[in-house]
Every structure is written in C-alpha cells, then in structure tokens.
C-alpha cells in the first residue's frame, strides 16, 4: 500500500484536502463494491500539520489532522493542498512547511502541489528552473515573486523530475487520478474515474482562463498592442505593421509583450480568436466552419486542431460540456 500525506494549514481549500483524501483512499474500493469484488484499497492517506494540532480550513471547517510533520514516517507522496486565504500572510505563517519541503525534497520524495499550493513548492526554492504550473488566476502574482520558475499557466499538470504541480482548485482530483494511474495502472485510474464520475485527460486550463488576467501587467505600450489585437483579432496582420504600428521594433515588440505576458503577440492572438470561439459555441447555434470564419480562421481543420491543442476538447465536444443545463424558460407571449 502506498503511503500519501496531505499537509494541512489554516486557510488551506478544505475540499482539496478532503477530496484527495477520499479519492485515494476509496480507489480499489468503491468500484470493487459497486461490482461486488473484495475491497482492496491502494493508498493510505494521512493528514499533517506543522505542529500536529487542527487547522481551520478556509471555509472555517476545523479538521483534526492524524499527527505534525515531523513525526510523519517517509511518505511515498506528499502533497500541499490548495491556499485559499491571502497567499503572502499563508506563506508567512508557515515557515516550518517550507523548511519541511527543502527537507524531504533532498530525499527525492515525490512532491505535488495543487493550485495555489504550488507556492509553497516555489516558496522553497523546489521549482527554480523547473516547469510549473498553478491556478490561472494567480500568475501574474506567481511570475512577479518566482520569476526563476518556468511558469505554465495553460497547462492543467505539470511533472518535472520529483515535482508534480496541478492547476485550478479542483485540479486535485486531475492530480488524484495522475497519481492512481502512475501507482497502479491507467485500468485503476479509469475504474477510480468512472466510481466518482468525474472526467480523465484534462491537460489545459485555456477554457476556464479569460483573457482580461493577461492584463494584469504595468506596461502600457504592450496593454495598448492588446488592445489593438482585441479588436482586429479576425483580421489578417503581420508583425512587422503591428510593431510599427506601435512605435516598436519586432524584436523589441517580441521580448516586452513576453516579459508583460507570458507569451508572444501570436500565441496572445490565438487566445483572442480561441476565447471568441468558445463565447460563440457556448451561445450561439450555428456550425463550427462558420465560427471559425467569423473569429479568423479560412481553415476549419486547422481551427479544430488548434482548438483541440489549446482547450483539450473538439469544438463540438465543447459545445456539448458547456450546453445549458436545460433549455432557456420562454418569454412571455412565447410558446
């Protein structure tokens, strides 16, 4: 049996603690029961604290945890669940989970962070030089104060040598599952899937990201070039008129745009296109081709490819995740 341990902290998201804890525990389990096979449970999961003592969650739900980090024997896993309170008070509370970090990482323990957690692992100097990814929403504080660290906000998982990182704050049962399939096989994480009904296979966070969070940055130039692409995203443009267009160089255009955020004038257009797409399959009932003609696309397989690529889904298996739940109430005087 595996042996998992979840740090526990106060304002730590208190589903991403219990939602890991019972996905692995009951993995080998609940779909054995509802088939009526023998339990036969594949992890072991405990909770720790700093000092052993019980941490109140963010949503003031006290949890008692099984002991303090210190007494914990070497855990196969260790994993630090989400920060939902503020980011640099969490941090600075918990020096002995940093230090606790650097420790257990010199022993090459495999270390997951999920979401916001992941500050934690960049607080302890575990991701400089490494790719990494956390909660979309939090990048730009991510990149301001780990600037060593290959961030990769798109992405919904990251693995790098000994370091697992998950992104938004229901990428734990993402990372619950990885860990299943990496431990005992991708049949157990599929039986692990199917018995919680929750979906295998997302790799990006692109559908959930509004492009307004890659704003966030102070150079005024490269928020103005933004602009300019927002509103001629469908049209056809090269780099060469958009950096004079701005009083820049391409060169000059390439590196500020990347410093500001985190990726090129292209990939930044893409994302515009690909967020308009999205708005229009969610709302609007017409074909794929002619979206992808409205938002700038001649070729309709190569936006399915792209699309695909970024978003993880088929345009039409997008629309169909992100239908109404039922159909819109008639109006008064409709049938």
Not at 14 to 28: E, F, K, M, V
Not at 89 to 101: A, F, G, K, S
Not at 245 to 267: C, D, N, Q, Y
């Amino acid at each position: 049996m595996f042996e998992i341990a979840i740090v526990g902290f106060d304002y730590a998201l208190g589903t991403a603690i219990l939602g890991l804890n019972d996905l692995l525990t009951l993995s080998g389990v609940t779909w054995n029961r509802i088939h009526r096979h023998a339990a036969t449970p594949r992890f072991r999961v405990t909770v720790a604290s700093a000092d052993g003592r019980a941490i109140c969650c963010i949503n003031r739900l006290q949890l008692l945890p099984h002991g303090a980090l210190d007494a914990l024997p070497p855990p196969d896993v260790l994993i630090v669940p989400t920060i939902g309170g503020n980011l640099a008070r969490t941090l600075e509370l918990n020096p002995r989970i940093v230090d606790y970090l650097q420790q257990i990482d010199r022993a090459r323990t495999l270390i997951a962070g999920n979401c916001t957690g992941v500050f934690f692992l960049a607080e302890a100097g575990l991701l400089d030089g490494k790719e990494a990814t956390t909660h979309w929403g939090f990048a730009d504080i991510f990149r301001q104060r780990y600037p060593k660290v290959r961030l990769k906000p798109e992405q919904m998982m990251t693995h790098c040598d000994n370091i697992l990182c998950a992104g938004g704050g229901h990428a734990w049962f993402d990372l619950g599952l990885y860990l299943v399939e990496r431990f005992c096989g991708h049949e157990a994480a599929v039986e692990t899937a199917k018995s919680f009904v929750i979906d295998m296979g997302r790799k990006s966070q692109f559908s959930y990201s509004p492009l307004d969070a890659r704003k966030q940055h102070g150079d005024a130039a490269i928020l103005a070039v933004q602009h300019w692409i927002d509103q001629h995203a469908s049209e056809s443009f090269s780099l060469d008129s958009l950096a004079q267009g701005h009083g820049l160089s391409v060169r000059t255009l390439i590196r500020r745009f990347k410093k500001a955020s985190g990726e090129t004038p292209l990939a930044y257009t893409q994302a515009v296109r690909l967020e308009r797409a999205c708005k229009l399959i969610e709302t609007r009932p017409i074909g794929i081709e002619a979206i992808a003609h409205q938002v700038g696309y001649e070729d309709v397989s190569s936006f399915s490819r792209l699309f695909k690529e970024k978003t993880g889904l088929s345009p039409s298996h997008y629309r169909e995740r992100y239908k109404r739940f039922s159909p819109p109430l008639a109006q008064d005087g409709e049938a």
